[in-house]
Each structure stands twice: as structure tokens, then as C-alpha cells.
């Protein structure tokens, strides 16, 4: 397998207007996305209560050989009600730009740092799997991004997201980018796009021939505003354009695009 399919449809997909999945639609999707080869399933966030939970404990139970992950802030509460739901591995998120840090946390790099590395001890000490998510990266000071997965990675996570979460990059600039981060960081790097300038296909693609070898998409680029990087497109694309392997049977797709888009109605 050459590049890595993280889907994310149940949660940042789900965070599309007007769309709510019940919990058996849930178990269905994953169902599909496992049938179909992706390498992860984003599940979903505990953190929401227990109906999230109810959904997140079915799909569990069905023991579905993928990686399925849940979402998570950089907060005891979160990890502890994933693992509550019997999560194993978890994706504890940080935003990283100096504008999330000033504006929206109103906290300095240092003590999103110090959180992140509590935060991640706190959950390796409860026996989980780790991987770190950092929010509008794009916009984030690139040596910061590297310092973040130099320090998790003593502590063993297993892989860093870089985000475009406002949606502002274009394919050149990825490419640029990533060919640099990807030959620097001592972590993998998934790279997670949305779509708000029409480019989250263009740009995952971009990322990919820099190097990047995880790529977080949903099904139909279903997701808040302008939505994320298609599935479809993506894994079509890698495979006919540019020859890489996904693992993901392409003759499933079309089934599986059916069936989210029939409970998206």
C-alpha cells in the first residue's frame, strides 16, 4: 500500500449542515468504508455525550479489522470519555497557528505544548494509541509545527496531522510545503484539506507527490462549509493518474457512495 486512506466521513463529514447520522447509520458507514479498504475510520467524538457514545460503542463492537480512532481536544475529559467508550486509539487535536493560539485559546506556543504533552501522557498512561492532529497548520508557523512532532514523538505517537482547516492553500504552496515538512519531521504526516477554493482534491494530490503518504478524506468531500477532499476522487486519481496503491477496492465505491448520499436525504 502505498498512501494510507484515513476517512473521517463520521466526524469532521458529519459536521456538514443539516446532517446527523443515528447510530445504525453510523455502524453501516463504517461497515462500508472498512468493506471498501480504508486504512483508518475517524469514528467520532465521545466528548458529545451519549448518544455519540451509543453509536461510537456499536461500531466497537463490530470489530471491524481497521484502525478506528476517536477525536479528541487536548483535554483529560475528552481522552477519558474515549476511553470510557472503549477506545484504544485516540487523535488528540491542537491548534497551532499564533492566530488559534492569541485569539481563540488566548495562551501562549508554550502552553499548548506543555497541554499537548500532558494530554498525551495522560492518554498513554491509560493504554491508548496516539496520533496528533494540529488545527490550521496552514496559517501555523512551520518550525512550530516540526517542534510539536519532535516532542510527541518521545512520547510515542504514532503519527502528526497537518490541517489546512480554513481551506486557503493551493496545490503549488502544498507541494512546496510538504516536500520540505515531509523530509523534515520525524513523524508520518497525514495531510487533512477542505474545500473551500475547489483545490482539497488538487491539493491532496499535491501533498502526495510531495511525499505524504496518509491522506484524510471523507465520502462525496461531504463536511462543514465547502466540505473536505473527496474519496472518490482522491483514490481514483491516485490510482489511475499516478499508479499508487490504497488498498481500497474501487469496485465497492460506487456502493458505498450510494449508501452514504441515500442517508444523507
Given at each position: 500500500?502505498?498512501?494510507k486512506?484515513?476517512?473521517?466521513?463520521?466526524r469532521?463529514?458529519?459536521?456538514?449542515?443539516?446532517?446527523?447520522?443515528?447510530?445504525?447509520?453510523?455502524?453501516?458507514?463504517?461497515r462500508?468504508?472498512?468493506?471498501?479498504?480504508?486504512?483508518?475510520?475517524?469514528?467520532?467524538?465521545?466528548?458529545?455525550?451519549?448518544?455519540?457514545?451509543?453509536?461510537?460503542?456499536?461500531i466497537?463492537?463490530?470489530?471491524?479489522?481497521?484502525?478506528?480512532?476517536?477525536?479528541?481536544?487536548?483535554?483529560?475529559?475528552?481522552?477519558?470519555?474515549?476511553?470510557q467508550?472503549?477506545?484504544?486509539?485516540?487523535?488528540?487535536?491542537?491548534?497551532?497557528?499564533?492566530?488559534?493560539?492569541s485569539?481563540?485559546?488566548?495562551?501562549s506556543?508554550?502552553?499548548?505544548?506543555?497541554?499537548?504533552?500532558?494530554?498525551?501522557?495522560?492518554?498513554?498512561?491509560?493504554?491508548?494509541?496516539?496520533?496528533?492532529?494540529?488545527?490550521?497548520t496552514?496559517?501555523?508557523?512551520?518550525?512550530?509545527?516540526?517542534?510539536?512532532?519532535?516532542?510527541?514523538?518521545?512520547?510515542?505517537?504514532?503519527?502528526?496531522?497537518?490541517?489546512?482547516?480554513?481551506?486557503?492553500?493551493?496545490?503549488?504552496a502544498?507541494?512546496?510545503?510538504?516536500?520540505r515538512?515531509?523530509?523534515?519531521?520525524?513523524?508520518?504526516?497525514?495531510?487533512?484539506?477542505?474545500?473551500?477554493?475547489?483545490?482539497?482534491?488538487?491539493?491532496?494530490?499535491?501533498?502526495?507527490?510531495?511525499?505524504?503518504?496518509?491522506?484524510?478524506?471523507?465520502?462525496?468531500?461531504?463536511?462543514?462549509?465547502?466540505?473536505n477532499?473527496?474519496?472518490?476522487?482522491?483514490?481514483?486519481?491516485l490510482?489511475?493518474?499516478?499508479?499508487?496503491?490504497?488498498?481500497?477496492?474501487?469496485?465497492?465505491?460506487?456502493?458505498?457512495?450510494?449508501?452514504?448520499?441515500?442517508?444523507?436525504?
Amino acid at each position: 500500500m502505498n498512501v494510507k486512506i484515513v476517512d473521517t466521513t463520521l466526524r469532521d463529514g458529519e459536521q456538514m449542515a443539516g446532517v446527523v447520522f443515528q447510530a445504525e447509520e453510523k455502524l453501516a458507514i463504517a461497515r462500508a468504508l472498512s468493506d471498501a479498504g480504508v486504512y483508518a475510520v475517524e469514528a467520532g467524538t465521545p466528548a458529545m455525550g451519549e448518544e455519540e457514545c451509543k453509536a461510537l460503542k456499536m461500531i466497537l463492537a463490530a470489530q471491524l479489522p481497521v484502525q478506528v480512532i476517536a477525536w479528541n481536544r487536548a483535554k483529560r475529559e475528552d481522552i477519558l470519555a474515549s476511553v470510557q467508550c472503549g477506545f484504544t486509539m485516540v487523535h488528540i487535536s491542537v491548534p497551532i497557528s499564533d492566530l488559534h493560539i492569541s485569539y481563540k485559546l488566548k495562551r501562549s506556543r508554550e502552553w499548548v505544548l506543555q497541554n499537548l504533552v500532558d494530554s498525551v501522557l495522560f492518554a498513554r498512561d491509560l493504554g491508548c494509541r496516539v496520533v496528533v492532529g494540529t488545527e490550521d497548520t496552514s496559517r501555523a508557523d512551520p518550525k512550530f509545527f516540526l517542534q510539536v512532532a519532535n516532542t510527541v514523538a518521545k512520547l510515542g505517537v504514532e503519527r502528526i496531522r497537518y490541517s489546512d482547516t480554513v481551506g486557503c492553500m493551493e496545490p503549488f504552496a502544498v507541494y512546496r510545503i510538504m516536500s520540505r515538512l515531509v523530509n523534515s519531521c520525524v513523524l508520518p504526516v497525514e495531510m487533512h484539506v477542505h474545500n473551500d477554493y475547489g483545490l482539497a482534491t488538487a491539493n491532496t494530490l499535491a501533498a502526495v507527490q510531495a511525499g505524504v503518504r496518509l491522506v484524510s478524506v471523507t465520502v462525496t468531500g461531504m463536511g462543514e462549509r465547502a466540505g473536505n477532499a473527496s474519496l472518490e476522487e482522491v483514490v481514483l486519481a491516485l490510482h489511475s493518474l499516478y499508479g499508487y496503491e490504497t488498498g481500497i477496492e474501487r469496485a465497492k465505491m460506487p456502493l458505498l457512495t450510494e449508501q452514504v448520499r441515500q442517508i444523507k436525504k
